[in-house]
């Protein structure tokens, strides 16, 4: 695809390791865009990015289970523990898909 393999990140910090991923993961999404485009023989405009929605909605979604972790520790009835782990399980599992 005319990209560089990734490089060793050890030695980054993981804020550095995360703009990185970033960047690499921006030119390999250009990099298939234009590929796509060139084999459907149409313009590479016309392909939609929804890669942004979708960070989105990870991101609502990991805010809300943060939110109940934090609910989690200042409860202390044992049926609420219960239900806020409940939600939380299903949470992380649309988390995973």
Do not use: C, W
Request: aromatic residues 4%; charged residues 30%; hydrophobic residues 35%.
């Amino acid at each position: 695809m005319g990209n560089s393999p990734i490089k060793k990140v050890s030695k980054l910090s993981n804020v550095q390791r995360k703009q990185y991923g970033k960047r690499k993961f921006e030119k390999i999404v250009s990099a298939t865009k234009e590929n796509l485009a060139t084999a459907l023989q149409v313009k590479p405009i016309e392909i939609k990015n929804n890669h942004q929605s979708v960070d989105l909605q990870n991101e609502d979604l990991y805010s809300l289970v943060e939110e109940l972790k934090i609910k989690f520790a200042e409860t202390t009835s044992h049926a609420d523990k219960v239900q806020i782990l409940i939600q939380k399980l299903e949470s992380s599992k649309k988390l995973e898909s």
